[in-house]
């Protein structure tokens, strides 16, 4: 469902916090951005969300159910020209992934952006929409991004935080427990019926883009997608010294295991 429309954007953004941060992101001086934290803890939400990946009337039947009028009364919301709702997903490195609803008129999508302090503007990870650009992380930079800075055990994933970010993925190399983490978030956070189902189906559809091979090359992680801006040998890649700061805030620490369950989202 989010992000069918086409446009590109940048953004500024919050969502765990009461208050959108004050930064700088070019794109965005005039949209009307407000903190999405209040659509968190509506089931529906997450389905929405995740509608790029829930296509057709199999998946969007397994997602949505008999709620399916409900379901497109809240996208009419996140999607309203006059409110740009805004997550955030704070990182142990100082990074922030902002999660923008880019509501112009006939030209919605969801961007998501990574921005430090210390830069001068936030860069694009992925677009979700009908120009799509992707994907912006592997499945083990989303387990690390979902895992919240402040937890110690290397199996304590944040739901909200991994389905918020799910949209970002395209991974090739999918491990056999994925469908289980998903399923979990699934089962915390929705009243989708059969998580499994729906779990398995977001990881065969994933985001709009050709899912990609993902290596490491001189300790920075690239990937080969021909719409992803962590591809060096697209023209419109980020520049290599992003593209290191980037692999670094994202990549998975040293104790953290590539599969584990997803917790209850963190109050």
Not at 22 to 41: H, R, T
Not at 214 to 231: E, F, L, Q, T
Request: aromatic share 8%; charged share 20%; net charge negative.
């Amino acid at each position: 469902m989010s992000g069918t429309g086409p446009g590109r954007g940048s953004g500024r953004a919050s969502c765990h916090h009461p208050h959108v941060p004050n930064i700088s992101l070019p794109g965005y001086e005039g949209g009307p951005l407000v903190p999405g934290e209040a659509y968190l803890d509506e089931p529906l939400f997450w389905p929405v969300h995740l509608g790029a990946s829930l296509r057709g009337e199999d998946a969007q039947r397994a997602a949505f159910g008999a709620d399916w009028d409900a379901a497109m009364a809240l996208h009419r919301r996140l999607l309203a020209p006059h409110e740009w709702p805004v997550f955030t997903v704070p990182l142990s490195s100082g990074h922030l992934i902002h999660a923008v609803y880019r509501n112009f008129v006939d030209e919605y999508g969801v961007d998501y952006l990574i921005h430090h302090p210390a830069w001068p503007e936030a860069e694009t990870l992925a677009e979700v929409d009908g120009h799509f650009m992707g994907p912006g992380m592997s499945w083990p930079e989303l387990l690390s991004t979902a895992r919240p800075p402040a937890t110690e055990s290397c199996d304590a994933f944040d739901a909200r935080r991994l389905l918020l970010l799910f949209p970002t993925l395209g991974d090739l190399c999918i491990p056999d427990d994925a469908a289980a983490v998903l399923s979990a978030a699934l089962t915390a956070l929705t009243v989708i019926e059969n998580p499994d189902e729906v779990a398995r189906m977001l990881l065969d559809n994933q985001g709009l883009w050709t899912s990609a091979h993902w290596r490491s090359r001189d300790g920075v992680r690239i990937n080969d997608g021909g719409h992803s801006y962590r591809n060096p040998v697209n023209a419109f890649a980020l520049p290599a010294e992003r593209l290191r700061e980037i692999s670094d805030a994202l990549g998975p620490k040293s104790d953290q295991r590539p599969g584990a369950h997803a917790n209850s989202p963190a109050t």
